[in-house]
T-cell receptor, first 114, second 113 residues
Framework: AQKVTQAQTEISVVEKEDVTLDCVYETRDTTYYLFWYKQPPSGELVFLIR??????QNEISGRYSWNFQKSTSSFNFTITASQVVDSAVYFC???????????FGSGTRLQVQP | NAGVTQTPKFRVLKTGQSMTLLCAQD?????MYWYRQDPGMGLRLIHY???????AKGEVPDGYNVSRLKKQNFLLGLESAAPSQTSVYFC????????????FGQGTRLTVV
């Protein structure tokens, strides 16, 4: 069975601080896919990034960066110089190559104070 | 360019009533999913479909039924609603290609009283 753990339930930072959201996953598959989604207060789910198990390169997109480490089964997400608009719930998710359904973590609520 | 559309957006049901949630996608995706989101638990898979005419159970299927009569539509039914089914329901669709993301609808907030 697959499992995703986001141990940080809620994080509060002040604007311009850097913040890292942790994600640890469990799977028996050798091929799998990892995702981060953002859920702003309006409720929709916004796709942020996708990473497959073959690609351990870190990725940077503007103020966002992701650190994928197979050795520790982690896929952490860092926001640099956080902004109030980053306030949201962030979900890490894992999918297999079969049914392609997502197994979600419980989410981390990020509050960025002005 | 609608993507994934869920109907309705909000609904209040009385215990024992039935209803159907409709999900429609215009991306010609083969795979469709229904999830429920409860506080502190993330999203959990209810049922899914890998093609027209096929459905399968997810992790929390009890109390729900689904149908995929047309490729673009995936219906979620509650035959006899219970307060435990109060939740936010999300539909999603994806391509069979593994290295692609799922696209989500805007969610349906259901309250069973």
């Amino acid at each position: 069975a697959q499992k995703v753990t986001q141990a940080q339930t809620e994080i509060s930072v002040v604007e311009k601080e850097d913040v890292t959201l942790d994600c640890v996953y469990e799977t028996r598959d050798t091929t799998y896919y990892l995702f981060w989604y953002k859920q702003p207060p309006s409720g929709e789910l916004v796709f942020l990034i996708r990473r497959n198990s073959f690609d351990e390169q870190n990725e940077i997109s503007g103020r966002y960066s992701w650190n994928f480490q197979k050795s520790t089964s982690s896929f952490n997400f860092t926001i640099t110089a956080s902004q109030v608009v980053d306030s949201a719930v962030y979900f890490c998710a894992l999918s297999d190559t079969g049914r392609r359904a997502l197994t979600f973590g419980s989410g981390t609520r990020l509050q960025v104070q002005p | 360019n609608a993507g994934v559309t869920q109907t309705p957006k909000f609904r209040v049901l009385k215990t024992g009533q039935s209803m159907t949630l409709l999900c429609a996608q215009d991306m010609n995706h083969e795979y469709m999913y229904w999830y429920r989101q409860d506080p502190g638990m993330g999203l959990r898979l209810i049922h899914y479909s890998v093609g027209e005419g096929t459905t399968a159970k997810g992790e929390v299927p009890d109390g729900y039924n689904v149908s995929r009569l047309k490729k673009q539509n995936f219906l979620l039914g509650l035959e006899s609603a219970a307060p435990s089914q109060t939740s936010v329901y999300f539909c999603a669709s994806s391509s069979p290609e593994p290295n692609t993301e799922a696209f989500f609808g805007q969610g349906t907030r259901l309250t069973v009283v």
